[in-house]
């Protein structure tokens, strides 16, 4: 398992416990609640493929391709590290190049970082 996957499997263990980060994924549409469903694949440097799968807000992570990824990251896999110890986000790790979303909305990954982020504030 190379070193980004083993660092998010942590915080998505966490992340399953944690109500708050996974209110994160729930949308409001019309006054009703909805569920945010989306799968992340990653393609990173020095890493096999692995993704991540939000459906029903229960986080679950795959080794391989999904082929139905809504979105789809590469790049450097010390940049994915850095976000699950809390030293630095999706946002930043874009701006400077480090991952490319080559499929889907930047939008869509900067949820999934308020998660991690909560997930890091509360321990």
């Given at each position: 398992m190379g070193v980004a996957r083993e660092n998010l499997m942590k915080i998505v263990e966490r992340m399953n416990k944690k109500p708050k980060a996974l209110q994160v994924f729930v949308t409001d549409i019309g006054g009703k609640p909805v569920n945010w469903n989306m799968t992340f694949q990653f393609n990173l440097n020095e890493e096999d493929p692995f993704y991540l799968v939000i459906k029903d807000q229960e986080i679950v992570l795959?080794?391989?391709?999904?082929?139905?990824?809504?979105?789809?990251?590469?790049?450097d896999n010390n940049a994915i590290t850095k976000v699950c110890q809390g030293k630095g986000d999706f946002t930043h790790a874009i701006s400077r190049e480090e991952i490319t979303v080559e499929k889907g909305k930047v939008m869509d990954v900067i949820r999934l970082t308020r998660a991690?982020?909560?997930?890091l504030k509360t321990g």
């Open positions: 795959n080794t391989g391709t999904s082929q139905n990824a809504e979105i789809v990251m590469s790049g991690i982020t909560i997930v």
